[in-house]
């Protein structure tokens, strides 16, 4: 492309001016000239090639005048880098990070350095986007079907999925699982009264919304509940005071009465312990949990990665993304995501979940830990921690206390006089112990404990004055009480092949060099915004005193996060213009469900239960209608327009239609089809008049920081994806964050911490927990009240820098980068739709479907070809069958957007190539891409195209050609052989 010689005679406006100030500055700390990729004279031509001379005339004629905000966001003044680390060391050294023995699902974990240094702080394993595209995601698929294949093998269950977002949430996916595989025949689902407090606390809300008859019981009580009438049933296995149970009879019982059995285990636990999978007679049907403690820091709550294992007859209900192995075009063993029509984005509202991303990232490093330590190193890392357990209850009981007589993993039970006296005590000794109840105390060991930490905890529960036992037996030999497990597990030789440091660092460099990342190439993908994850964004993260907390550590301890919390609040509340604030969301598709039950509670509470109808636009993202119908709601579409807006004659026929039940409308802004329509004021006043509320789905909240606001559309509540306008990394399909903010007349139906659930234990509630009431709220989104605390940092980090002037240029330059890179590639493709003023908003619709029907061309063969010029494909075929929806994000600089126009514009001329007869229309470039080397270099070339063409299809490509390790992927051939474990070594040498 040739650039104007000359810049505009007209002065630089505004918001360039004060773009080229940060910009030409000596002072390599101003954050937001890092952030932007266009320099300012990029911008100036970027903007004089759209006819425009400002930045601010590009937002009026994008952004509707109705909404614009009509003064600056009130928010703190940009920090440079040094300073905003600086302050925010401040804040961290606020929390005290004590010894953590409090258990209940999180336990401090040794993160091998190896594993730290080369996964969790490398951008090419935390940049990716989801695997989609798989030819380019072959290093992260092969690590997440390592991380399937341990946790199969350790619960005893065929298949496992790429994992969930955290234990309790995984639960609550377990009962929604049973509920539906009995169609909502059997409303009851039992749950023992002893499993951890936060997944009684999340269950209860899921089911509450679903309308399942949820009951608690006593698994050991002399007689076992009833059966006939319920879905299934969930055992703790430890339970939450540690106790390791026998549950054959339970299993034998609920398989009786056809009923399905759910045990919520922990993976290191049954390196020792007898797996689910052998439970009674047939083994119970579902596994789930969490692999924090294999090498993932507590991080206050999370994030982890939780898993799912279930017996191969409920493959297809299970939710989550599963990795399969299938086969290449060329017959070579390939890695992809297996039966992708179970996911929400393709069933909608007839999906059993609404779970979008997972914890891709976290789950690489669990199982990178089971790779690193292999079968005996986990299984040695679990003696010892049950030694230490032993040790500590022989040492205590030796000295008089009452330590409950059972059989136990890594937890012990005391009975005292006073629980509160012995936490203060241990506290004074530098150790968190748990308070289950009164008179009741636990205390858990791990991996990390020391005989320093065990000489703590007895000096806790030593009377002053009083020397402490002497004696602690450390004895990893000793026999322990429960059944121990016979059934082998990590056999694959992937678990026993990497033991130095130097073999893992090789494994996991060969890994990453197989995938694109941002590291590479700009990732276009349209309602994705894969923007910049700045280093010092991402520095924080593992520093101990965020890394290192428990969720449920005592408050005094934890001041730093709650100062963060509070900024991050109120930040937030001032770019949405909406007041209450819930970080506990821990991703987009829970900050949805979120949101849908808050408005389902304000109903509730206004007399208005049958208010249960959600309209939701027929171009909605596939999460909208899964989250709608698990929030307990009836979903009714509403069309959209030749212009791809919302009908406005539709909407008010079906708010009118249902104006008795109407609880919420679901709506993306900017729209899904990339365009700011313009009667977003008069969507939400229709529904308010017939009393409805405005859910606003904040995908697309890049559009609109500093321009516009959801309030100033007339949202009444938001959510935000916190991994993608404010820069937490996808990490390859989660982490992720999904916090909502809302109107204050919604402020007291937000999610709470289970802590604030009205009681501690569901079990003191009596078996029916319906019984179970807070005067506001009831609803528990997550395991860990605020989420996903540890990556809380990277979002505080990226306003703090930015300020309210750099995110509003981030906002500007996203909408510009999309709209130049649509004028670019103008009379090459058509751009679907386009506001009043042929404008697109932050991303843009190419229009693939012509070539199609000329040529058989599809979307994914651009796609797979756009793989040999070194890029990501732009979503394909979404909102539109037959399209690609492209949104460049504000980081991405001028000549990386015109480098991917070029290979869009270059690819079309080998479409017309095969439309004029020039190509062949089976024999191309396009219909065999990608191309691997080892195909380029073979022997024999069977096509009629040269192999340059193929390997380097501009002269730009020659400078850093990425190389695909396989051929286009046989997508339908791996779901009808399905495969969800490694495959044997053979297959690797090929990869």
């Not at 977002?165 to 609550?172: Q, V």
């Not at 279930?310 to 086969?327: C, D, I, N």
């Not at 829970?590 to 939701?616: F, K, T």
């Not at 994914?860 to 909102?879: C, N, Q, V, Y």
Request: hydrophobic letters at 40%; aromatic letters at 6%.
């Amino acid at each position: 492309m040739t650039r104007p010689t000359s810049l505009p005679d007209a002065p630089a406006p505004r918001a360039v001016a004060e773009y080229e100030d940060a910009a030409q500055t000596s002072d390599s700390s101003v954050f937001a000239s890092r952030h932007v990729g266009p320099r300012w004279h990029d911008i100036t031509e970027m903007l004089a090639t759209l006819g425009l001379s400002s930045l601010e005339e590009l937002a009026g004629v994008t952004v509707p005048g109705d909404i614009r905000l009509k003064q600056p966001l009130n928010l703190d003044p940009a920090l440079d880098e040094h300073a905003a680390l600086a302050k925010l060391r401040k804040l961290a050294e606020k929390n005290r990070v004590l010894r953590s023995m409090i258990g209940q699902g999180y336990y401090d974990t040794h993160t091998p350095p190896v594993i730290q240094r080369n996964v969790l702080e490398n951008p090419l394993w935390y940049t990716p986007y989801t695997p989609y595209q798989p030819e380019i995601s072959q290093g992260r698929l092969e690590a997440l079907l390592n991380y399937q294949t341990m946790v199969s093998d350790l619960t005893g269950l065929p298949v496992a999925n790429a994992s969930l977002l955290d234990e309790a949430t995984a639960a609550a996916e377990a009962v929604a699982m049973c509920h539906g595989q009995h169609r909502g025949k059997r409303p009851t689902f039992y749950i023992a009264k002893d499993c951890h407090p936060q997944t009684l606390a999340v269950v209860h809300t899921r089911a509450t919304s679903l309308g399942v008859d949820l009951q608690t019981f006593d698994p050991q009580a002399d007689t076992l509940p009833d059966f006939a009438n319920a879905s299934g049933v969930l055992v703790q296995y430890p339970t939450t005071d540690g106790r390791v149970e026998n549950y054959d009879a339970i299993t034998d019982a609920a398989h009786a009465d056809k009923a399905l059995v759910v045990v919520a285990t922990d993976l290191l636990a049954l390196t020792l312990l007898r797996p689910p999978g052998e439970f009674g007679k047939a083994g119970a049907d579902i596994a789930v949990g969490s692999s924090q403690r294999f090498g993932v820091p507590m991080g206050f709550g999370g994030p982890h990665a939780a898993f799912m294992s279930v017996k191969e007859t409920y493959v297809r209900k299970m939710p989550g993304r599963l990795v399969g192995v299938s086969k290449d075009a060329n017959g070579k063993a390939a890695f992809r995501l297996a039966i992708q029509t179970r996911e929400q984005h393709i069933k909608r509202d007839k999906a059993t979940s609404n779970i979008c991303t997972a914890q891709v990232l976290l789950a690489i490093i669990a199982g990178m830990y089971a790779v690193w330590h292999g079968p005996q190193g986990l299984t040695r890392i679990a003696r010892r921690t049950h030694a230490y357990a032993a040790a500590l209850a022989e040492a205590l009981r030796d000295a008089g206390h009452d330590v409950v007589d059972h059989a136990y993993f890594d937890t012990i039970t005391v009975n005292v006089a006073d629980a509160d006296a012995v936490l203060t005590a241990a506290v004074d000794q530098g150790v968190n112990v748990r308070k289950l109840r009164d008179g009741v105390v636990c205390i858990a060991c791990d991996e990390t404990t020391t005989t320093d930490d065990l000489t703590a905890v007895i000096a806790a529960f030593s009377d002053k004055g009083k020397p402490a036992a002497a004696r602690l037996n450390v004895d990893t030999n000793r026999n322990p009480k429960f059944e121990i497990r016979n059934s082998p597990f990590l056999t694959h030789e992937i678990f026993h092949r990497y033991r130095s440091e130097t073999d893992l660092m090789r494994y996991i460099t060969r890994l990453q060099e197989r995938d694109v990342s941002l590291c590479r190439s700009m990732i276009p993908l349209g309602s994705c915004t894969m923007k910049l994850n700045a280093a010092a964004e991402m520095m924080p993260v593992t520093w101990p005193e965020f890394a290192s907390l428990h969720p449920y550590a005592p408050s005094d301890q934890t001041q730093g996060y709650a100062e963060l919390f509070a900024d991050l609040e109120r930040w937030l509340a001032e770019i949405t213009g909406l007041p209450a604030v819930s970080l506990q969301p821990n991703a987009g598709s829970q900050g949805e469900y979120a949101g849908l039950m808050a408005i389902r509670g304000y109903h509730h509470a206004n007399g208005n239960p049958d208010r249960n109808v959600c309209l939701i636009p027929t171009s909605a993202h596939g999460t909208n209608p899964a989250s709608a119908v698990i929030a307990g709601m009836k979903v009714v579409p509403v069309g959209c327009d030749d212009a791809g807006n919302i009908d406005l004659a539709d909407l008010r026929a079906k708010a009118e239609q249902h104006a008795d039940h109407l609880a919420a409308l679901m709506v993306t802004y900017p729209s899904t089809h990339g365009v700011f329509e313009t009667t977003i004021r008069e969507v939400c006043a229709i529904v308010h008049e017939h009393g409805g509320q405005v859910y606003l789905d904040g995908a697309n909240m890049n559009a609109q920081v500093g321009l516009t606001r959801p309030a100033e559309c007339g949202a009444d509540v938001v959510h935000l994806n916190l991994h993608k306008t404010f820069c937490i990394p996808h990490g390859g399909g989660g982490p992720g964050m999904g916090p909502i903010c809302a109107a204050e007349h919604l402020r007291d139906y937000l999610p709470i911490s289970n802590l604030e659930f009205g009681i501690s234990d569901l079990a003191d509630a009596g078996s029916d927990t319906s019984e179970i009431r807070n005067p506001k709220s009831e609803i528990v989104i997550a395991a860990a009240p605020y989420g996903s605390p540890m990556i809380l940092p990277i979002p505080w980090m990226y306003i703090a820098m930015m300020g309210e002037t750099g995110l509003r240029q981030a906002t500007e330059v996203a909408i510009l980068n999309a709209n130049y890179m649509a004028k670019r590639l103008e009379g090459h493709y058509d751009i679907l739709y386009t506001g009043p003023n042929g404008r697109v908003a932050h991303e843009f619709i190419m229009d693939c479907r012509p070539f199609q029907k000329s040529v058989g061309i599809t979307v994914e063969d651009i796609a797979k070809r756009l793989i040999d010029f070194g890029f990501h494909s732009p979503t394909m075929s979404w909102p539109v069958a037959g399209t690609l929806m492209c949104e460049p994000t504000e980081s991405e600089s001028r000549d990386e957007l015109d480098r991917f126009c070029d290979a869009l514009i270059a690819i079309r001329a080998e479409i017309r190539a095969i439309e004029t007869g020039e190509a062949d229309r089976e024999d191309n470039v396009l219909k065999h891409a990608p191309h691997p080397a080892e195909v380029l270099t073979a022997d024999e070339w069977p096509h009629v195209y040269s192999r340059q063409l193929a390997a380097y299809p501009l002269n730009w490509v020659r400078e850093w050609k990425y190389w695909p390790p396989v051929s286009r992927i046989d997508q339908a051939w791996g779901d009808r052989n399905l495969v969800c474990a490694c495959p044997p070594m053979s297959e690797y040498c090929d990869l």
